[in-house]
């Protein structure tokens, strides 16, 4: 064979000897020839990455950790937190419990409907500008609050407008100066420092400056007192007119003295309330009065940025036959346009006409502008905060949760409550006592619900949900029934009627002619709605001398009494050796084979336990009761 053929031969044997990949099967090529092992690279492992809210089920959160909820719930357990799927831990908790698993945490930020419609930016210096300042008129009834506001209606409303103020829209506007140093002022007309509370409860505090109207032969009476601490509590400043001045008996100085004792010392006595004399019916005084209202706000700086979308305050709201639900609005920042799109607690409306309080239409309104608007869904309520949106979906879903949130307060099941079943309403948690307070005056009225509020505690809240002044009406029932509350009313009797249907719905009305009763009867009545403590009272001891097992019933002790008694429905703690071994109940209590309600001192008998029946002889079971204190 030619040596070349042998050659080729050697090749192709070479060759099968080979798989693909060059790798060496049987009879290969050895060591330096045979192809090298690519090492294998295990990849790191991965953290796992979870984002956690404040609140969050544990079925969620192990979902999120991409783990077992049977796992999760053991290692809370482990944790001494017993938990089903469905219960809701806190942050701190599903920390802790990631971090078991090895799984890093972040705090989720949600971002609520509310956040994302209302931008809260902060305005920029350059952007503000001076506003007008917005005040509110409070006093004593027939202090002359109404004449006063007349007065300044008539001498700068009017002036130089054709027609006056046609339309009354519960605000308006006042222009003093000249055209070339003009200066506003908005005057809220509103119907007493009730109301004025009223939207400041509501988180609508809208004035600037508080002018309090005392007459001058009168002094400081019952409401003018009350009017001086609500606008305290609202920390809005305060000027005092004095009015009437006009009046033969009128004395300012005495006024002043009296104002000196709720805090509200004037300027020339060196405090810092202006007091201003007027007269509303000889229009006296006003100007001066205007003038210190506009001192007062130069010195507050006010200001607010027309640049921006609208939010404001509902002032007024009602249902209009002809032009459906109207709202009077007063802009707080920003300006309102026509055909802005605006949500005010749960309504939604696109803005068709604006109104001022001359009945003229308006296309925009600024900071401190108060106006009428039409176009909104339905009445909003007095002291809703109302705010322009760019997105009308995502305002009807936040309306839409409004609502939901609105029902569920509103239609909480409930059993009616009465002051004489209080006792028996004992639930878990903060127990709330809801009362309508009725009397024959306001003052009345006032003076038992503020007795009555301060008998809340941490356990049960007093939530006086209505008060006023005139008889028990239907409507009160209707209410009443509607929230599980009481009446109580002061000086004043239901009619047969409203007994009635009092009697119909199933609620409670209480009358009275002294406080001092309201309030005892009441507070006797909440004793029953806190939780009641125990104390333990140990009644006897008895000495187990021997031992029956009886089938399908258990371990029966015989037993001595050695001192006390023991008794049917009595609590037992065994002692073996004066240790506590366990805490039961009388199950059987026997003399002979009589059953019996006790067993006195020097007796025989046989006790049998619910749960317990490793009783030995020598054990000692001390028998006690538990005995609920008055509070």
Known sequence: IPESAQTSKQKIKKKKNRDFGGEKIKGGPRGKFAPQQKPIFKPKPVQLRISVPDEITVGELASRMKTQAGEVIKKLMSMGVMASVNEVIDYDTAYLVADEFKIKVSKEVVVTIEEKLFKEDEDKAEDLIPRAPVVVVMGHVDHGKTSLLDAIRQTHVTSGEAGGITQHIGAYRVNIGDEKDKKEITFLDTPGHAAFTEMRARGANITDIAVLVVSADDGVMPQTVEAINHAKAADTPIIVAINKMDRTGADPEKVKQELTKYDLVPEEWGGDTICVPVSALKRTGIDQLLEMILLSAEMLELKANPSRSAKGVVIEAKLDKGRGPVGTVLVQN????????????????????????KGDK????GPSFPVEIMGLSEVPNAGDIFNVVADERMAKELVDQRKHKEKQEQFK????????????????????????????????????????????NDEVKVNVIHSGAGAITESDVMLASASNAIIIGFNIRPDKQVSDLAERDNVDIHTYRIIYECITEVESAMKGMLAPTYKEVTIGHAEVRQTIHVPNVGTIAG??????????????????????IFEDKISSLKRFKDDVREVLQSFECGIGLEKFNDIKVGDVLEAFVLEEIKR
């Not at 308006?362 to 309104?365: G, T």
């Not at 006792?423 to 009345?444: E, M, W, Y």
């Not at 009595?570 to 240790?579: K, T, Y």
């Open 362 to 365: 308006v296309n925009e309104a």
């Open 413 to 456: 099941a409930e059993s009616k409550v009465s002051l004489d079943d209080l006792f028996d309403q004992i639930g878990a948690g903060v127990k709330t006592l809801n009362i309508i307070v009725k009397a024959d005056v306001q003052g009345s009225a006032e003076a038992v619900t503020n007795n009555l509020q301060k008998l809340s």
């Open 334 to 357: 920003g300006t309102l346009r026509e055909g802005d799109y605006i949500i005010a607690g749960t309504t939604v409306g696109r803005v068709r006409v604006m109104t001022n309080d």
């Open 559 to 580: 037993c001595y009494i050695l001192d006390g008694k023991v008794t049917r429905n009595a609590n037992i703690r065994v002692l073996r050796d004066s240790v506590v």
